[in-house]
């Protein structure tokens, strides 16, 4: 059996497996996007995540400052579906000997900037020759215990959030693909170069305790969706028609997908945060958004494990389809 | 300019200046093996290593089990040359689609088995796609204040030491490189193969405060030596007749290289540690290598910088010709 036939969460299941380990000052390990350790006083967060060229991001498409701020974001994201303090990276280069040094100093450019505006700093790493350029930053970040969120609080009952617009991301990234992208929409294609991961807000829903489950949109609202319900074992339904979606996106998705929800379903890096809370929790996230200025939409409801997991489009279930996007697949 | 006018240690003395800050709670950040910073009460270690397929490894010389060993055992070195405790570790993995899960399930059990060893526990990653293997470890330590060691504590006078023998790993290296391995000895193939890193003899000088800075030898040893001087503002003296050669070092050595030294003085991967400490520690480090039945070996004194870095052949200085690997050179 190779890698194709198990599939990437196949793999994550068994690395589960093969590694099983419950060491005391554990509290979140293997299969989240954040590790969360007590050590000492400190409940430490430890995310990671691999960028390869040509696989992620191809040079045609991004420039280094972007890539530089774009592999940091990734990573705040993660900590910030959590409601966690990011703190300091270690990053791991794998570069081409051709490569120009203006490359590297505009990519370090785009680190620090996002590292300035989130107070994130560099503190190690690790350099290497390869082929094509990989990229694989360690954030390390704080918690305090019970001002952080899993993703397994959700209950049966709850409701469902995302912050702003889905599908942007991705339909920027088809646009990116397509030759001839002029005249085609900036706004689009920078919510996929340059993701703003919603750090203010993940704090604030973990800090005052309005949410019961979070995590951010990476992978596809639907995957992601799929990862709350597991790991709280529920159920949950989605109303496609309460999916926020960009005036430009509805502008422009006809010509990428009939269905024009297709893409906000199931395209990735939205980096948006959904999370779950208690219908009396409504008026306290209305507030919160209109005071972070942050769209928070209800789009869906938790239920139960039997229940199962749907979508609801003109008035009917339907099983969700595309389940996201399985790198070995 | 591109990477190969500014080598590898030039770039991260870019890095450095690019990204120069000092945040509260930063004790040691970037250009060392290991970051260390306070977080809470507790003293954070943090170190990466990237290893890259046919940059780092080849399979035709490493089967997936040592792989996965070697992979987690470097950055333990890099913990152990500060005398700290390793806790925790994140990996990522680039992998190709038709990798067999087979392969997969030896690397990690060899990640188990050194992590059992030194009590280290995976707590998360990232996996991706990839045509080559690419792994990255993120390994997470601990370190009492006053009880960790660093590069930069050498002081004129002091001896320098060095643990195990040196070139073993490099020669090993050569010979596993050369076809027609048949009647090699596994004994060098296996020090560069399956690397052990020196934990309790590093946490032993740094807690009975015998030495005053230390480092792992991993790019070779006069690179390595060149790390000490330069953090700690001093110059170093080497004896190359004082260099503790393996009986099978000796043996083997001649056709790879005319200058028997050679090897031992440039060649990477040893994983020992080379520390400095003032004459008056020598009883107590004889004492310590006798208790933990691993060679040490006197093999040099710091001196001021003036005086400079050399290595002294039949009574004679020498500048420090070899200097190491440099990846993008």
Same mark, same amino acid.
């Given at each position: ?51 390869? !060229?040509?696989?992620?991001? !191809? ?82 970040? !704080? ?187």
């Amino acid at each position: 059996m190779d890698l194709r036939q198990l599939g990437e969460f196949g793999l994550i299941n068994r690395i589960r497996n093969w590694m099983a380990s419950s060491p005391s000052g554990l509290i979140q390990g293997i299969g989240d996007d954040v590790a969360v350790v007590e050590m000492g006083s400190t409940t430490l967060l430890a995310t990671t995540d691999i960028l390869i !060229e040509d696989i992620h991001f !191809e040079r045609s498409w991004i420039d280094p400052y972007r890539l530089g701020k774009k592999a940091l974001a990734v990573n705040i994201s993660d900590i910030a579906a959590m409601g966690g303090v990011p703190r300091y990276y270690l990053i791991s280069i794998g570069l081409p000997r051709n490569l120009p040094v203006s490359f590297l100093s505009a990519f370090y450019r785009g680190l620090k900037t996002v590292g300035k505006e989130f107070g994130v700093n560099l503190i190690g790493g690790d350099t290497s020759l390869s082929k094509k350029i990989v990229i694989n930053v360690c954030l390390l970040g !704080e918690g305090k215990r019970g001002a952080i969120l899993f993703r397994s609080g959700a209950r049966a009952g709850d409701d469902l959030f995302v912050s702003g617009t889905l599908g942007d991301a991705a339909l920027g990234l088809r646009i990116l693909q397509k030759k001839g992208r002029a005249g085609a929409p900036k706004g689009l294609m920078e919510k996929h170069l340059s993701p703003t991961p919603r750090i203010a807000l993940g704090q604030a829903i973990a800090r005052r305790q309005l949410g019961t489950a979070m995590i951010d949109i990476s992978d596809g609202l639907l995957i992601d969706t799929t990862h709350l319900p597991e790991a709280s074992k529920v159920g949950a339904r989605i109303w496609e028609d309460r999916l926020p979606l960009s005036r430009l996106y509805r502008k422009w998705v006809n010509p990428y997908s009939k269905d024009p929800y297709q893409i906000a379903l199931c395209g990735g890096e939205d980096y948006e945060l959904l999370f779950t809370a208690p219908p009396e929790m409504r008026e306290g996230i209305s507030t919160l958004a209109r005071s972070l200025r942050v769209q928070i939409n209800r789009i869906g409801e938790i239920r139960t494990a039997r229940e199962g997991f749907c979508i609801v489009r003109d008035g009917k279930e339907y099983p969700p389809v595309c389940l996201g996007f399985d790198h070995f697949r």
